[in-house]
């Protein structure tokens, strides 16, 4: 891990992050700290009176040879893996010449590795799904379900009213 920091500091630190268990004694203290980050957020939820949310995912789907290559996809999606909230996804459009001109311009947040990867992992994918992920709160899967189908009949919606002007 001490290897990588020079070179991929945001890998070690994640690393760091997730592997930071040497003892039982440790694994018992992250996993009381897992319950407690749930408890927060289950509590700041019904304070803000949210039942779902609406987020995005990593941007386009990736192409074939980098789904394995690229980890960093899983900061929008682990959080709810963590949390254990329902999550479902739904494509909403597709890459277009124009996004994939734009990636010309693309340098990421941090001109990394992991930056670098991810504008190879997207190029050429022009009509390749991009999605958001519906989430709501523990054992409410049908509230979940429900915010997939209306977001699917807005963008079938909105697909059909674009198609006739």
Known sequence: MFGLFPQYPRMAAVIHATCGVSSPADLWKQHKEVEDYIHETLAEWRKLELDVLLCPMLGPAYSFNYTGKLNSALSYTALYNVLNFPVGVVPVTEVTA?????????RGNFGDVWDKLFVKAIR?????????????????????????????????KNKRSNTHH
């Open 98 to 106: 124009e996004d994939e001109d734009e990636l010309k311009h693309y």
């Open 124 to 156: 050429g994918g022009v009509g390749l799904p991009i999605a958001v992920q519906c989430v709501a709160l523990p054992w409410q899967e049908e509230m979940c379900l429900r915010l997939m189908r209306e977001v699917e009949e807005l963008c079938a």
